[in-house]
Each structure stands twice: as structure tokens, then as C-alpha cells.
């Protein structure tokens, strides 16, 4: 299937309409042909920052795969009448398409989080999947996106490693500005922008129960392992999403 028979209208972006199993397999064909693709996975913050970021809002434009990370997305396409199928988060994402990897010998690399960080998920991936071929980890430096040689630094790593999956970790709007800005110096068949990922893959933040996820709570989780950092993205800036749903209730389109 191509993803974007099943490209709808949400919001202030788009979403490919796709369960796990058809994003996986979208994911395949795009390694396939070796486009240099790269995948987003909108979640409220992203909707937020959507309204005033132009390069964000770029960078959807130009995605090749759009998927759904949140519940309270779902929730707000049922009242648009117009259903997503499923929440495919990254952190749900990430260790499938590290199975698809290992089982059809993709090779990986892994950019961000925190120093160590990235290493660490490496080797205990590799225990649970021995044939995964992880070819490159770096945590570049706080600041590297207004560094020429941090960036010259970055795009020699990865193409020396030459991977056919390159995975970003570097949070919302900097791993999804930089996937559109570079991806074809980075000449990678595909990236995808996965936030914290890797910190969940390294075990350095614990994911909510599935209780929580399933009922739209993991932001809640979150804030309380991390009250200073989630703070201001959960209180200050993300109820802005209330506000853009009703604005964008009496879009025709819907």
C-alpha cells in the first residue's frame, strides 16, 4: 500500500492513515527506494508548535510518512468524524522496526539523547536481537544545529557508517528541522524522528504503564518523573491544543 492513498487532512497537518503493521510495511518500501524518506510522528506538541514554527511546519510538508503518537490525537480525528486508525508512537514504533531491522539486516544508526545514552540502547538491543546490526551511535553536543563543523562532524559519522535506517533523538522541532534540512547530504534510505526513544531503549526513563498509555496518560506519567523539564511543554504550552481543536472543528474539510 502507499501511505498516501491514505494521506488524510488533521488540523494544521496531514496524517498517514496507517496501523502499525501497514507503517511497517510503508517503512519497508521506502528502505526499498532508497529516497532518502523520513517519518514524523505527530503528537500534541507537535500540533502546538505546528502553528508558529515555519521550518517545523516545512518539514511535515515534506515527510514521507506521517504517523499518529498520542491518544488524544485519536481522539480528536473521532469528534472530526474522521477516525485514525491507530496510535503508532515512536516508542511503540522503535522496537518493531528494530525486529523488521534485524530480521531483514537493515543496519542502524543511532543519533542523540544524552551522552551514553544512545551506546547503551545499542547493547541492549543487541542482546534481545543478536542478528541487529547497529553500525554508528553519537550524542552531539547541546547547540550542534548552529555548529558548521559539529554538522560536518555529524553528516561524516553517518555516512561513513552508510546505515539504511538513521534514527533521530533529538526532541521536537530539532530532529524533524534537521531530517528536512539534511537529509540528502545524510543520504540515508530513511530516517525517522523519535524523541526520546533511545532513553526508553537504554532504560534511563522508565515508559508509562500500558494502562496509562491506553488511556491517554502518559503525558501525566511523564510530568511527574520529570516535573522540571515537562513542565513547561505540558502545562504552559500544551493546552494551547484545546484552543487549535476548536479552531479547527469548523474546518469544511472535515
Given at each position: 500500500?502507499?501511505?498516501?492513498?491514505?494521506?488524510?487532512?488533521?488540523?494544521?497537518?496531514?496524517?498517514?492513515?496507517?496501523?502499525?503493521?501497514?507503517?511497517?510495511?510503508?517503512?519497508?518500501?521506502?528502505?526499498q527506494q532508497k529516497k532518502?524518506?523520513?517519518?514524523?510522528?505527530?503528537?500534541?506538541?507537535?500540533?502546538?508548535?505546528?502553528?508558529?514554527?515555519?521550518?517545523?511546519?516545512?518539514?511535515?510538508?515534506?515527510?514521507?510518512?506521517?504517523?499518529?503518537?498520542?491518544?488524544?490525537?485519536?481522539?480528536?480525528?473521532?469528534?472530526?468524524?474522521?477516525?485514525?486508525?491507530?496510535?503508532?508512537?515512536?516508542?511503540?514504533?522503535?522496537?518493531?522496526?528494530?525486529?523488521?531491522?534485524?530480521?531483514?539486516?537493515?543496519?542502524?544508526?543511532?543519533?542523540?539523547?544524552?551522552?551514553?545514552?544512545?551506546?547503551?540502547?545499542?547493547?541492549?538491543?543487541n542482546e534481545q536481537l543478536?542478528?541487529?546490526?547497529?553500525?554508528?551511535?553519537?550524542?552531539?553536543?547541546?547547540?550542534?544545529?548552529?555548529?558548521?563543523?559539529?554538522?560536518?562532524?555529524?553528516?561524516?559519522?553517518?555516512?561513513?557508517?552508510?546505515?539504511?535506517?538513521?534514527?533521530?533523538?533529538?526532541?521536537?522541532?530539532?530532529?524533524?528541522?534537521?531530517?528536512?534540512?539534511?537529509?540528502?547530504?545524510?543520504?540515508?534510505?530513511?530516517?525517522?524522528?523519535?524523541?526520546?526513544?533511545?532513553?526508553?531503549?537504554?532504560?534511563?526513563?522508565?515508559?508509562?504503564?500500558?494502562?496509562?498509555?491506553?488511556?491517554?496518560?502518559?503525558?501525566?506519567?511523564?510530568?511527574?518523573r520529570e516535573p522540571i523539564?515537562?513542565?513547561?511543554?505540558?502545562?504552559?504550552?500544551?493546552?494551547?491544543?484545546?484552543?487549535?481543536?476548536?479552531?479547527?472543528?469548523?474546518?469544511?474539510?472535515?
Amino acid at each position: 500500500m502507499s501511505p498516501h492513498m491514505s494521506r488524510i487532512k488533521f488540523m494544521n497537518t496531514e496524517i498517514d492513515n496507517l496501523t502499525m503493521t501497514e507503517a511497517l510495511s510503508a517503512i519497508e518500501g521506502l528502505i526499498q527506494q532508497k529516497k532518502n524518506a523520513y517519518v514524523v510522528t505527530p503528537n500534541v506538541d507537535h500540533i502546538v508548535k505546528l502553528e508558529s514554527n515555519e521550518l517545523l511546519k516545512a518539514s511535515y510538508a515534506e515527510a514521507d510518512l506521517i504517523l499518529t503518537d498520542g491518544k488524544p490525537l485519536i481522539w480528536a480525528s473521532q469528534l472530526y468524524h474522521t477516525p485514525i486508525k491507530e496510535k503508532i508512537s515512536g516508542s511503540d514504533l522503535f522496537p518493531e522496526l528494530c525486529k523488521l531491522a534485524a530480521q531483514k539486516h537493515y543496519s542502524m544508526f543511532f543519533l542523540g539523547a544524552r551522552e551514553g545514552v544512545a551506546a547503551t540502547a545499542a547493547e541492549k538491543l543487541n542482546e534481545q536481537l543478536p542478528n541487529l546490526n547497529i553500525v554508528g551511535c553519537y550524542a552531539p553536543p547541546l547547540g550542534f544545529e548552529n555548529n558548521p563543523n559539529e554538522l560536518k562532524k555529524i553528516e561524516k559519522n553517518i555516512k561513513e557508517a552508510n546505515p539504511q535506517i538513521l534514527i533521530l533523538a533529538l526532541g521536537c522541532p530539532k530532529q524533524e528541522i534537521l531530517a528536512y534540512q539534511l537529509r540528502k547530504q545524510f543520504n540515508v534510505p530513511i530516517t525517522l524522528c523519535l524523541g526520546a526513544t533511545l532513553d526508553f531503549a537504554a532504560g534511563y526513563i522508565k515508559r508509562a504503564p500500558c494502562w496509562m498509555r491506553n488511556a491517554g496518560l502518559e503525558w501525566l506519567y511523564r510530568l511527574y518523573r520529570e516535573p522540571i523539564r515537562m513542565f513547561k511543554r505540558y502545562i504552559l504550552e500544551d493546552w494551547k491544543f484545546a484552543k487549535l481543536f476548536v479552531k479547527y472543528y469548523g474546518n469544511k474539510q472535515y
